[in-house]
């Protein structure tokens, strides 16, 4: 039986038209908001060249987000400018030999960025266990109440 209300018989043509006109309509729509949300490409006149392996200045630590990056070269930039003028015709050796007088007596902090970066260790398990027996050998009551410590020297005894 026919599902139509008032008589009229739906035929399988009108029922394609009707499916081709939403899919166009729906595509016009999807191209015209394609449209308008892309904006203008700037042109660029050469080839385009990504470095995805930049080197970065030593002492700068690649874990801090892009602006403290930044702010961290911004400053070893100032403290490199001050110690250049501070230093200005002194050898090099004897620049070494001052800022690390100053590190180790007490006298003004001043920074010099490393030339040469130290690789960061991080504890293997071996260290960590070594760690540990160490940690028991110096402090062989760690977390023992003084009734348990008293009755562990009794029995020991």
Known sequence: MNANSK????????????GIGAAALSTVLIVGLAGCMTGRAPTISGPVVVNRNAEVPAGVDLW??????????AHQAAVDTANAERFAGVPADRVAEQLARETLGGGSTVVVQQSVTTAQH????????????EYRAAHPYAGMTADHIERFLLQAR
């Open 7 to 18: 008589g009229r018989s739906s035929s399988t043509a009108s029922r394609i038209s009707r």
């Open 64 to 73: 801090q987000p892009a602006d403290r990056i930044a702010e961290q070269l």
């Open 122 to 133: 991080f504890p293997t398990w071996t260290d960590r266990i070594t760690a540990q027996i």
